[in-house]
């Protein structure tokens, strides 16, 4: 077990040299979540100038008008967000994302809100019928103690090769290059810095091993430190071959569009082509505190202390994203699991306690009700 991560490849944990690291046989396909886009007017020029081809092959693909997708972490709350999506399908008014990101669960979700209603299908199957031995197998007091993290995450590294097939990355492919953005977040833990990955481009790239580095992302964005085994990537940095560590997206944010340092407004003033957008927020997880007797053990204090800490940050992260958004002139929406919603499940990947969830999420994304325009507590 103490072996279990170990490789004859060296770990990068050089920040400067980490800057300009890069999977093998890739450019362009990743930047810190957390630093100013220095070619973000450059970059937005291309997908605008992408956009317009499009626009004229298919005059159905909004040209002035944008909308954005953000899906936040949360396990099997992830069921609520599927529930949402499905749901504003039948409601006739879910609009065409030209970017859509994802965290954690939200990165697993990601995809197929990326393609489309066609897809509504798949959601509702992950989120309805897996349970615990579909996600995790427990490692033993053993793991916890010696190995990396409390559980085995083979059974999520499956369950993503079955769902995430070199079809569904064909079909995210043509979609770059159409100017459309899927963007998944890890966390670089040896660096404490979020890092985007731009998983069109990664679709687009024709490399051979486009389809395991876009798994990789998914069960990196997906690995809650302690509970899954963080995620070895190999770079290249300076001509020699390195591995960085990376696990979940929501350690260091749990919903995300673009960094605070950079503005859409500016972009467009830039570009002299103001655009409409509306960007939406799907936190699956709910503001509101909930009370619950913690047992005085090691683990279960360390369970709850970081379900809190989560809970904060998210609140956190959604104030940031709409305080960009009143500054760039961006409509702000945003849909979380209601606070009146009582039921709990027996563990993190409860069947039943999923489909309830995903009832709730698809009855409320049928109406606009399930959208608030402020973040939590807002205008008390």
Same mark, same amino acid.
């Given at each position: 077990?103490l072996a279990?991560?170990?490789?004859?490849?060296?770990?990068l944990?050089?920040a400067?040299?980490n800057s300009f690291?890069?999977?093998?046989?890739?450019?362009?396909?990743?930047?810190w979540?957390?630093?100013?886009?220095?070619k973000?007017?450059?970059?937005?020029?291309?997908?605008?100038?992408?956009?317009?081809?499009?626009?004229k092959?298919?005059?159905t693909i909004?040209?002035?008008?944008?909308?954005?997708?953000?899906?936040?972490?949360?396990?099997?709350?992830?069921a609520?967000?599927?529930?949402?999506?499905?749901? /504003?399908t039948?409601a006739?008014?879910?609009?065409?994302?030209e970017?859509?990101?994802?965290?954690s669960?939200g990165?697993l979700?990601a995809?197929? *809100?990326?393609l489309?209603?066609e897809?509504?299908?798949?959601?509702k199957?992950?989120?309805?019928t897996?349970?615990?031995k579909?996600?995790?197998r427990?490692t033993?007091?053993l793991?916890?103690v010696f190995?990396?993290s409390?559980? $085995?995450?083979?059974?999520?590294?499956?369950l993503v090769?079955?769902?995430?097939?070199?079809?569904?990355?064909d079909?995210?492919?043509?979609?770059?290059?159409?100017?459309?953005l899927?963007?998944?977040?890890t966390?670089?833990?040896?660096a404490?810095?979020?890092?985007?990955?731009?998983?069109t481009a990664i679709?687009a790239?024709?490399?051979?091993?486009?389809?395991?580095?876009?798994?990789?992302?998914l069960i990196?964005?997906? *690995?809650?430190?302690?509970?899954?085994p963080?995620?070895?990537?190999?770079?290249?940095a300076?001509?020699k071959l390195?591995?960085?560590?990376?696990? $979940?997206g929501g350690?260091?944010?749990q919903a995300?569009?673009v960094?605070?340092?950079?503005?859409l407004?500016e972009v467009? *003033?830039a570009?002299?082509?103001?655009r409409?957008r509306s +960007?939406?927020?799907i936190?699956?997880g709910?503001?509101?505190?909930?009370?619950e007797?913690?047992e005085?053990?090691?683990?279960?204090?360390?369970?709850?202390?970081?379900?809190?800490?989560?809970k904060?940050?998210?609140?956190g992260?959604?104030y940031k994203m709409?305080?960009?958004?009143?500054r760039?002139?961006?409509?702000?929406?945003?849909?979380?699991?209601?606070g009146d919603f009582?039921?709990?499940g027996k563990?993190?990947? $409860?069947q039943?306690?999923?489909r309830k +969830?995903? $009832?709730?999420?698809f009855?409320?994304?049928?109406?606009?009700?399930? /959208?608030?325009?402020?973040?939590?507590d807002y205008?008390?």
């Amino acid at each position: 077990m103490l072996a279990a991560c170990g490789t004859n490849v060296p770990r990068l944990d050089d920040a400067p040299v980490n800057s300009f690291a890069t999977p093998v046989g890739y450019r362009g396909i990743r930047y810190w979540g957390d630093a100013e886009l220095k070619k973000l007017n450059e970059s937005s020029a291309v997908r605008l100038q992408e956009l317009r081809e499009a626009h004229k092959a298919d005059p159905t693909i909004p040209l002035e008008r944008a909308y954005y997708l953000a899906i936040s972490g949360g396990g099997g709350d992830g069921a609520y967000g599927a529930g949402i999506l499905t749901g /504003w399908t039948k409601a006739g008014t879910r609009p065409k994302f030209e970017v859509v990101t994802g965290i954690s669960t939200g990165a697993l979700t990601a995809p197929y *809100a990326f393609l489309g209603p066609e897809y509504d299908g798949k959601l509702k199957e992950i989120y309805t019928t897996i349970s615990d031995k579909d996600v995790l197998r427990k490692t033993g007091p053993l793991g916890a103690v010696f190995g990396s993290s409390l559980t $085995d995450n083979s059974p999520l590294k499956a369950l993503v090769a079955k769902y995430v097939t070199l079809d569904l990355l064909d079909k995210i492919a043509i979609e770059n290059d159409k100017g459309r953005l899927l963007l998944i977040g890890t966390t670089n833990l040896d660096a404490q810095r979020p890092v985007v990955w731009n998983m069109t481009a990664i679709a687009a790239s024709g490399n051979p091993n486009r389809l395991q580095l876009f798994r990789d992302v998914l069960i990196a964005s997906a *690995a809650i430190p302690g509970v899954f085994p963080p995620q070895l990537i190999k770079v290249q940095a300076d001509g020699k071959l390195y591995e960085e560590l990376h696990v $979940d997206g929501g350690t260091t944010t749990q919903a995300f569009l673009v960094s605070g340092q950079n503005s859409l407004k500016e972009v467009d *003033a830039a570009l002299k082509f103001p655009r409409k957008r509306s +960007l939406y927020v799907i936190i699956n997880g709910t503001f509101a505190p909930q009370a619950e007797k913690t047992e005085t053990k090691t683990l279960a204090i360390a369970a709850r202390s970081i379900s809190t800490l989560i809970k904060s940050q998210s609140i956190g992260d959604v104030y940031k994203m709409y305080a960009q958004s009143q500054r760039d002139d961006v409509d702000f929406n945003l849909t979380s699991i209601p606070g009146d919603f009582t039921a709990k499940g027996k563990s993190e990947f $409860d069947q039943v306690y999923m489909r309830k +969830l995903y $009832d709730l999420g698809f009855d409320l994304g049928q109406t606009p009700a399930a /959208w608030s325009k402020t973040p939590p507590d807002y205008n008390k």
